[in-house]
């Protein structure tokens, strides 16, 4: 079994000797470089760049007051929470326990 499966393996690899090697023709590089010089590139006008960064300032500064008031708001949660604990009454005063 394994020997037919050796000869079928010999057998694939020897049937491509004495090809050719397959060659381009010799306009296909003129051509290749004709498309490539020729594409149109698209140029962005300055005005829609001042657009794009205008946006993007406006978003970076919306994002910047949120965080802030975000902030804010966390603070006065914890300050909340500081001054209720404040008002619990102790139960202990001193934390000596075996003295």
């Not at 499966?5 to 010799?26: F, H």
């Not at 300055?46 to 008031?69: C, D, E, K, P």
Request: charged share 25%.
């Amino acid at each position: 079994m394994k020997e037919a499966k050796k000869a079928w393996i010999d057998a694939a690899l020897n049937s491509t000797q004495g090809m050719q090697r397959a060659k381009p023709s010799d306009e296909l590089w003129l051509k290749i470089q004709a498309r490539t010089f020729s594409a149109k590139v698209k140029m962005i006008p300055v005005s829609q760049l001042r657009f794009i960064a205008a946006a993007a300032a406006i978003l970076l500064v919306l994002n910047v007051i949120t965080l802030g008031t975000y902030i804010q708001r966390e603070n006065a949660v914890w300050g909340e929470l500081l001054e209720e604990t404040e008002e619990i009454p102790v139960l202990i005063s001193d934390y000596k326990l075996y003295e």
